[in-house]
């Protein structure tokens, strides 16, 4: 209740800010300021379709925002992996005669070469009027990156003809490529010599390396920087709490994130490291604490609103939250109820990742034909998660025909999904069609599909467990695999039986069962039961 009569207050002083109510188009067409308004807090709200409906109401009376608000856009493109609407963005900041400032023109280089698209980035950097530092280095690290050490050195000796002077990011890529060109990138000695070189340098160099690997998805490898950084001496100041706060959001390490607040209370007035704290309580779950955060903040700006309206208040995520928890609570129709009033109610167009939970919820309780029915209705093109969405209840509701159709439309857009080979592999054998069965492992060969081995982790007292499937290393892996044997043994007697489903039809039934039970998530809860006290939530971290 707290949480509600406080985003409450929140969307009052909001709504001093605008000159119209969300729902008010013709107010919008008559004035320009509100439809920027209404623009700009779509962005920092991150609900890519009315932003980019609001957008196109903009281009058409030619409007345009202001930098930041486009690249708050542009993140949530990349964030959802919104190619297309991230080249609309890109056309409209170019419309109407707006010349963008360099830092946006930066934020979209970047935009294509995070798309893998580096051609469409190298067209955009050729026309640029003026390119800074970070202009270069962008273009630089996406050579790295794709291991075209030539185009990187060549766009190394170009920006120094242009009279511009390198950053240590770009001495990183110069010196990975001359690594990676030489052969030696996978020698540990070269790599931990590296790390040893960054050790003798200045807080600016080690804050400029951990922030840059942060912003780049790569968390683990910042906050192990950052233990680095402390035990070479250094004392971490706000830019660096600020990237390890951003790799604890990446990684959902809130016990972690937890430890860097006390290190934040000695700066309680840097608003770029409150943001970043509250953005951190929030994504991790911790409403509450963000809350506290957000109470004590001496200067709030439209980011630490926003990020406690995503956190609190009725958006696309929170939807997707209560769908999400109708599906595995067995609430059908009132998820379906959900669903149906989210436009009407909230003005919250469906997304794709919405028809995703309201899939899976009909498929939990059986409805696989309307699940079926939705997915051919639904606005956007179905991809492999919604067909592996079905899949799922067809596997345990045990209807093949669907099943086997739903397995060969994942095949179409993933052919490299090694857990649907084996499950459309089983099904046939269970049907006895030998035929089917040997095809898809033929299948499997010619194109060098093979099952990779997951890994689980947990965070216990500030140091992360890794679990794989068959690995011993743990040092208290022998009490593990007793207290996990012991507790199967129970739900065993309580009518557990092992889903082998998704392992090879052709292996012994015990190889099938060893495969299930000593799997890499049920390695970490169990750690997680022995190491962390009564109450304490566990928080187990995959990747398949």
Known sequence: MKAISKLKCIRTSLSRCYTSTPNDSSSKALNPSALIDDFTRFCYQRNLPR????MDAMQIHGL?????TYSELIKCCLARGAVREGKLVHNHVFSKGYEPKTFLINILINMYVKFNLLEDAKTLFDKMPERTVVSWTTMIWAYCNAKMNDKVFEFFILMLREGVRPNMYTYSSILRSCVIKVGLDSDVFVRSALIDVYAKWDLV?????IGGFAQNSDGDEALNLFKRMKRAGFVADQATLTSVLRACTGLALLELGTQVHVHVLKYDRDLILNNALLDMYCKCGSLEDAMSVFD????????????MIAGLGPNYITILGVLFACSHAGLVEDGLCYFQSMKKLYGIEPEKEHYGCVIDLLGRAGKLDQAAKLIHEMEYEPDAVTWRTLLGGCRVHQNTDLAIYAAKQILNLDPQDAGTYILLSNIYA?????DGAAEVRKTMRDREVRKETGCSWIEVNKQIHAFIFGDRSHPKIVEINRELNQLIYKLVAVGYVPDTNFVLHDLEGEQKEDSIRYHSEKLAIIFGLMSLSRGKTIRIQEKH
Do not use: F, G, P, Y
């Open 296 to 307: 004590r903040m001496v200067e709030r700006d439209v980011i630490s609103w926003s990020t």
């Open 64 to 68: 345009h925002a202001d930098s930041i």
């Open 205 to 209: 160099v080690w804050n400029s390396i």
């Open 51 to 54: 932003a980019i409906k609001a």
């Open 430 to 434: 269970n049907l006895q069609r030998w």
